[in-house]
């Protein structure tokens, strides 16, 4: 089933004037295939010798062109809860940029963490199942906040809400021949990873999120709240054929756009981060390490 209605949107609405229309087609087209040549270097494929942190870098630098200044972005980090637990070496971690601590450095509480992004050159089925377990080590952080009583009790008043950092998967390109292969790398039970935490949930239970994109097949998402998994195979028109790669869907030879893959891939990550919530009752305090030891008061004399 072939559909150009971006993923889970709402209904559209009445459709503008042609004119008007066309340009936000134009306009839209550009933009994705803009971001889509940052991404591709202007080629085919990423080098061979263009591997790891340069990928990162390269897909680093688009999202800090694409989100607003309050998303910090960085690579090769760390995310840690209060308990001292740390995750594995994120390849690229989002997190609250006006509320980390200039003290922790290429280390972020998870409290603050919006999403954490493993980036693959070419992602084959243990790359795809390495990728998701360093995604797992971030979901099994206790991610929800000590709170004071104050915060407690406007918690429960309010019914505040604390989600865990969104998983997200991005590779350049995929080492198989079929949309249906790369869609079976992509294990769902990894959502539940790290449901069971030292904190019983809230009233309504947190959203986690896998997201995966692959610029030579096309998009996954996951979510947890209703178990749905839809899968987008992003097939070139006639605008994207230049660029398009080879693949089969439902054993039929199709051709991927890259940049709508690209486009789509954003688009979800922005609307994503708009709706994450973090608890506003957060104090980095409870990351002050007990090794500071003892220390004496001196009134003044």
Known sequence: MRTSTPPDSDPP?????????????????SVYKL?????????????????????????????????????GIDVNALVIDR??????????????????????????????????IEVKTSLSSSGAKDALENLASVSELEFRPALSNYWQTLTKERELHHY???????????????FETFAGWIDWQYLHRGAQLKDQA???????????CALD????????????????????????????????VRGRPERIDPAKAVFIFLWRLWTDLQT??????????????????????????
């Open 217 to 248: 097949k096309g998009v996954i998402f996951m979510e947890s709240t209703n178990g749905h998994v839809t899968r987008y195979a992003t097939v070139a028109d006639d605008a994207g054929a230049t660029r398009s790669f080879p693949t089969t």
């Open 164 to 178: 865990p950092p969104a998983l997200y998967a991005f590779a350049f390109r995929t080492d198989c021949q079929s």
């Open 35 to 71: 971001e889509a040549d940052a991404l591709l270097f202007n080629r085919e494929l990423p080098h061979a010798g263009l591997m790891g942190s340069e990928n990162e870098n390269a897909l680093a630098a688009v999202l800090r062109h694409f989100l607003p200044p309050k998303f």
């Open 83 to 116: 308990f001292g637990r740390v995750s594995d070496q994120a390849d690229i971690v989002i997190y609250d940029a006006e509320n980390q601590a200039t003290f922790l450095r290429k280390v972020y509480p998870v409290e603050i963490v919006y999403a954490v």
């Open 13 to 29: 609405p009445l459709p503008a004037p042609a004119a008007e229309r066309n340009f936000l087609d134009h306009y839209f087209a």
């Open 276 to 301: 994450h919530k973090l608890h506003p009752g957060f104090d980095i305090r409870t990351y002050v390490s007990t090794i500071l030891g003892t220390v004496i008061e001196v009134p003044n004399i």
């Open 202 to 212: 809230p009233k309504h239970p947190e959203i986690r999120l896998i997201r995966v």
